[in-house]
């Protein structure tokens, strides 16, 4: 330990338990920061910690239970967690890098900046392994469209989501988009991008090598994104500058120029370690990065320290782009389009002049060092320095199991009106016109779902989107999917059905299932029914990749999504949304979903289960909408009859029997025979 | 009896400017180096067929505040010019 | 004979370059190469190529900054020499802002960015870019963009007209012009014009995203085949 | 000694404004019955750290016809206000 303190600077608030309690920080968390420093920390180091062991960065109440969920697998390269986007083999020398996060909070606030914010951290995560996006995907939920809080919500969050896809170049190619009240404050946007690396190719996110360069590049930093809670700066900063921003900007264009910058980078080979900067900007990277080398270096320990890597920096090279900037603002600042490179010592240079070339700021701000320390200097005093493991997920950050207690939705399944009372042809149109299953034509013509020339679905609609791999025969066939109502009836049923229906929709174009990630948006895990709900979907969904061998590669977890009216506090149902990936070996054998030839025979596959016809009701948006009611339960559902089925639509395909292949959900059997009718993209309704 | 509002709606000045980034980059390259800064906002023209000034700019304010600014990112800030008859 | 080079030029922004590359490359006596805006040697390209994209990210007007670019000075001179120049979305608006072209790009009509195949109608198949074409022959092309509603003063408009100037023009799957198949607003279902002097096209459709039958048309094959057979009927 | 040009870009009168008119559509849906007319253009801030107003004039001036307005549809004023040190 150095003898030096790091002073805190002049106008800081002072250090105390109840600053901490502001900081979003427990009593027993403050007592382990003490410990873990042995003495008081400055202001910047209290900021650090409140970020890191913050649930967005820590999962500190979801992680214990996410180590249950399959994680390997003999396709995959990367572990899951291990990076920030899993890698999964699909042969030819190529891996698929994807993820889903959520970006819920900033789109209630900001739809427009929310939504596309959430679509640039997505890329990051991906190219910043090297791989190259190809093709993004998106899942949304919002209250009733009855509402005009709601219109313009949805408005600007397809707005931000297509002009930033569109201008950074990646074609926006499946999503789901879901109506229904308990989304109303609170609505969910969750994005999701899969890249394509060549194995020799992948970039890790590590700090390692005593004295490389630690390298800042891409935008300069602000001080949007600091999270309003967290900040206490009106008191102490004379200046009446305006409040400080909690909306980030996101800028596609300079996004473009990181992404090939970046590619250009990682060619070199000079590049040892590289992430991106999302959640607690700078605070992350350095000490994700740092924990990353101490924990491959196998190194000792000194002083109760985990030592063999760390990093050094000093703020004041750092770029910025207001003047009078803190510590604390620029550690915690979440400017977007940056990333951290830690670049091998005497080979900066060449990395300096790519992104000089791309028009993009690059400056080193420290180096890399082997005592286990983050160490930050600004205006030359050392403001924070805290070792790197105790922070990070899987080192030193908390680890709680919160109480789990059911609490059975109150819900009831309605008296049916008898056949001979129902105008059927009325309540068909009626349903094909639901907002939850009418065709979204009207938000997905928005997005480019062409650009890269690869989007095999324009020649006709497939369950799940194919991108065509050049240079090869392959396809990827990729979903999002979930069924909230059916996870609200039955957490664990519903979090097996998630998993399933996307699964059965990649089958459905011959393709087989590999790989899943998956973004939790659940309520308050303070709550003990809502823990319950979280711990049975979690189990579920790992029942299922168990069952589809489809290994879980990461993922992003969204708690606090609930709406507030009066001092009612309602949760949204527990959404764990599924993003799939699958191959096709040979993209001409793609099934498509609509009927070609008149005379064709149409199939319905499926087990028969011996439920009441009345009970198959249950969950549907028929009931719902019909009668205002839920029903019970999720839907009967058997994992084995279900993999069985996705066995034989994968064999069906292989062998040319099948003209076309669409799953039943959402809407039931007329939904699918009019789907299957009408939904073809050479049709010009 | 009609007022033309004159209205500017600009990006807070914490809030990142991307399109005033880019178009003093451009302007520089352009070999404008005097040019130190640049930033973009909108400027919109409203016609109100209102007798009084007080009215024209209740309406004025109001639309900026419901519709025309979003409160989120931007500021507003508007004239009133007296002008015949509102065509 | 050596192949007819295509020269596609790259502003910080284009997205569509690579998807060009891939088309030019596979045509048969073709090849694509790739020129950095800051360059200002067109490397003897036969063809110019300015894709689609959102250079400088379209800020402040589609294509207002990319005509300051030294590649550009090149290709106003290129075109000054009688050079064939295609420019496709983005590009098409970058030949407007540099005076290459008439007219300017407005908002769409819905005041949103729309991404669908539409029809088009060959109104001139008689130049370099279209003489694959059969007259008035209806293609299905897909558009993405958010600015293509193409504006002019009365007068450019009467010229454009009365010089045979516009080349294609939004219409329905059986050829009508109606205004209900015009995507964007444009002026006459304008979607693609020419120069007086025939040798710069401009285009807001997309042909490079419809030579393949898997991703849905094969009608843009035929614009860059008849770029080709008309370079290499020059040269004999 | 610094200028900072107030730049006002609009849209020819000729010229049919789309997005003026989905606003006017817009307010009157909130029932401002008394706004008669919407136009929409830019209004853009330029700080330009020149000593004496002609250059910064000048220099305004060529930035609109080079740049920042389009000849084809817009027209562009300005007025110019003295600023302590351009930052």
Not at chain 1, 224 to 252: C, L, M, N, W, Y
Not at chain 1, 281 to 299: D, N, P, W
Not at chain 3, 156 to 163: A, I
Request: glycine share 10%.
């Amino acid at each position: 330990m150095t003898k030096s303190k790091p002073e805190s600077q002049a106008i800081e608030p002072e250090v105390n338990l109840d600053l901490a309690k502001s900081h979003g920080l427990l009593e027993e968390e403050y007592e382990k920061v003490l410990e873990i420093l042995g003495r008081t920390p400055t202001y910047t180091e209290l900021g650090i910690f409140s970020v890191m062991w913050s649930e967005h960065c820590s999962y500190k109440n979801s992680i214990a239970l996410l180590k249950q969920l399959p994680r390997s697998g003999k396709r995959l390269l990367a572990d899951a967690g291990e990076e920030n986007a899993g890698l999964v083999d699909i042969g030819d020398g190529l891996a698929v890098a994807f993820k889903i996060e959520s970006h819920n909070h900033p789109s209630a606030v900001e739809p427009y900046q929310g939504a596309a914010t959430g679509v640039g951290g997505i890329q990051r995560d991906i190219f910043t392994m090297g791989a190259r996006p190809i093709a993004s995907l998106n899942s949304l939920r919002f209250g009733p469209l009855t509402l005009p809080r709601v219109r313009y919500l949805l408005q600007g969050v397809v707005r931000g989501i297509g002009d930033y896809g569109n201008a950074f170049g990646v074609p926006t190619v499946a999503g789901e988009v879901y109506f229904d009240p308990c989304y109303t404050g609170n609505p969910l946007v969750n994005a999701m991008s899969v890249g394509l690396v060549e194995h020799g190719k992948v970039a890790r996110a590590v700090a390692k090598g005593e004295g490389n360069r630690v390298m800042i590049v891409g935008s300069s930093t602000g001080r949007d994104g600091i999270h309003g809670a967290t900040f206490a700066s009106e008191e102490i900063s004379e200046k009446s500058e305006a409040k400080r921003p909690s909306v980030q900007v996101g800028d596609p264009f300079t996004e473009k120029l990181l992404l090939e910058a970046t590619l250009e980078a990682i060619a070199t080979g000079f590049v040892v370690g590289i992430q991106d900067m999302g959640a607690a900007g700078l605070t992350c990277s350095c000490s994700e990065m740092s924990a990353k080398g101490i924990e491959q270096s196998g190194g000792g320990e000194v002083n109760g320290v985990a030592t063999g890597s760390g990093m050094e920096i000093d703020l004041d090279l750092v770029p910025v782009r207001e003047n009078g900037m803190t510590a604390y603002e620029i550690m915690l600042s979440e400017s977007q389009e940056r990333m951290l490179i830690v670049a091998q010592k005497g080979r900066e240079g060449a990395l300096l002049e790519i992104f000089k070339k791309w028009e993009l700021e690059a400056v080193v701000i420290g180096a890399v060092t082997t005592d286990g320390f983050v160490r930050v200097r600004h205006h030359g005093k050392i403001v924070a320095e805290v070792p790197a493991v105790p922070l990070v997920l899987g080192g030193g950050a908390p680890v709680y199991i919160r109480e789990a207690v059911e609490k059975k939705p109150d819900v009831k399944f309605p008296v049916l009106a008898p056949d001979d009372e129902i105008d059927f042809e009325k309540e068909i149109l009626d349903l094909l016109g639901a907002p939850n299953i009418a065709s979204k034509r009207w938000v997905y013509e928005q997005y480019d779902s062409m650009v890269r020339t690869n989007s095999l679905t324009l020649a006709g609609a497939t369950d799940a989107a194919l991108i065509g791999i050049k240079g090869t025969a392959k396809a990827l066939a990729m979903k999002t999917d979930c069924n909230a109502r059916y996870v609200y009836l039955n957490p664990r049923k519903g979090g097996m059905i998630a998993v399933a229906e996307c699964a059965r929709n990649i089958a459905c174009t011959g393709a087989k299932p590999l790989g899943v990630t998956n973004c939790l948006n659940f309520g308050n895990p303070y709550k003990p029914e809502i823990y319950f709900q979280f711990r049975e979907a979690v189990l579920g969904m790992g029942e299922a990749c168990r069952k589809f061998d489809t290994p879980i590669t990461g993922g992003n977890v969204s708690f606090y999504n609930e709406s507030k009216s009066g001092d009612e506090v309602t949760a949204v149902y527990p959404t764990p949304v599924i993003g799939m990936i699958g191959l096709l070996d040979d993209a001409a054998l793609a099934v498509r979903s609509t009927f070609k030839h008149e005379g064709d025979a149409i199939l319905l596959i499926g087990l028969q289960l011996e439920t009441p016809d009345s009970e198959g009701l249950t969950g549907s948006e028929y009931l719902v909408r019909r009668y205002g009611e839920l029903g019970l339960d999720a839907p009967a559902f058997d994992l084995d009859a279900e993999k069985r089925l996705q066995d034989l639509l994968q064999l069906l395909a292989a062998k040319k029997y099948l003209r076309s292949a669409h799953d039943c959900s959402d809407g039931g059997l007329v939904t699918a025979l009019a789907e299957c009718s009408v939904m073809d993209e050479t049709l010009q309704l | 009896m009609a007022y033309r509002a004159k209205i500017k709606i600009t990006l807070r000045p914490s809030i990142l400017d991307t399109q005033g980034k880019a178009v003093h980059h451009a302007l520089e390259s352009l070999n404008y180096q005097s040019v130190a800064g640049v930033r973009i906002g909108k400027y919109i023209e409203l016609e109100v067929a209102e007798s009084d000034e007080s009215t024209a700019s209740r309406i004025t304010d109001e639309a900026c505040k419901k519709l025309l600014a979003n409160p989120v990112m931007e500021d507003y800030s508007f004239e009133l010019e007296q002008i015949g008859q509102a065509n | 004979m050596s192949k007819i080079k295509f020269g596609i030029v790259v502003f910080p922004g284009s997205n569509c370059d690579h998807d060009g590359e891939v088309v030019c490359n596979a045509l048969p006596d073709a090849e694509a190469r790739l020129i950095w805006h800051r360059e200002s040697d067109l490397q003897q390209s036969d063809v110019i190529l300015l894709p689609g994209g959102f250079s400088y990210g379209d800020y402040l007007r589609t294509g207002a900054i990319a005509k300051f670019s030294p590649a550009m000075t090149e290709v106003v001179r290129f075109a000054g020499q009688g050079g064939l120049v295609l420019g496709i979305c983005n590009g098409f608006q970058i030949l407007q802002e540099s005076g290459l072209l008439e007219g300017a790009m407005m908002r769409n009509i819905n005041r949103k960015f729309i991404c669908k195949f539409v029809s088009l109608k060959v109104a001139n198949n008689n130049t370099l870019f279209t003489s694959g074409y059969g007259k008035d022959e209806v293609i299905r092309i897909p558009i993405a963009h958010g600015d293509g509603n193409f504006t002019a003063d009365a007068e450019t408009l009467r010229q454009l007209q009365e010089n045979n100037q516009v080349v294609f023009r939004y219409c329905d799957h059986t050829g009508d012009e109606s205004s209900e198949a015009n995507p964007n607003g444009s002026l006459y279902n304008i979607a693609g014009i020419i120069n007086r002097r025939g040798n710069v096209l401009g285009l807001m459709p997309h042909p490079e995203r419809a030579c393949d039958a898997l991703l849905g048309s094969t009608d843009g094959q035929k614009l860059f085949e008849s770029l080709v057979r008309n370079v290499v009927a020059e040269r004999l």
